[in-house]
């Protein structure tokens, strides 16, 4: 696998060593960005957290899953990054309440408000980051009409 680790970091926004890096180009439906790179002569997608982690780490196997501690799909920083097994991910996903439908924490509605204030996030967008079901959820936390109790 070839990486542009100049290129790759251009599209990151770097931060503190314990802040969210967070991807700022494509993301798939559930939020983790995605970057071209040339892997035997060829073009292929690849989640951009897996990515910062091998140029971090080194490269790992396809079956190695790349884990969050942050539970923030977009976040690059390496020191938010694990790898594990599928059932490390599954179990991860489980303990973080993540399976079935998606569910919010307090961090994620302070994150929605803030990009979306920022101007440069649609509702589309953020529901498609935070794995919503539809648009009218994130409408209804910029409005303050659900999460009020949260302080932004």
């Known amino acids: 696998m070839i990486i542009n680790k100049s290129l790759f970091l251009s599209h990151v926004d770097v931060r503190g060593p314990d802040e969210c890096w967070l991807w700022e180009l494509a993301c798939d439906k559930n939020g983790y960005g995605l970057f071209t790179v040339r892997i035997k002569g060829q073009w292929r997608k690849r989640n951009s957290h897996r990515v910062a982690y091998i140029i971090a780490n080194g490269t790992i196997s396809n079956r190695v ?57 649609t509702y589309e967008e953020l529901r498609v980051r935070y794995g919503l079901f539809n648009e009218e959820s994130i409408g209804r936390i910029i409005r303050r009409k659900t999460w009020r109790h949260v302080p932004i």
């Open 65 to 121: 899953c790349v884990l969050h501690t942050c539970d923030n799909p977009p976040c690059c920083n390496p020191n938010h990054l694990f790898k594990g097994t599928h059932q490390d991910n599954m179990l991860d996903r489980d303990r973080k309440g993540r399976s079935g439908s998606a569910k919010l924490r307090e961090a994620d509605v302070r994150e929605i408000f803030t990009l979306y204030n920022m101007g440069n996030w």
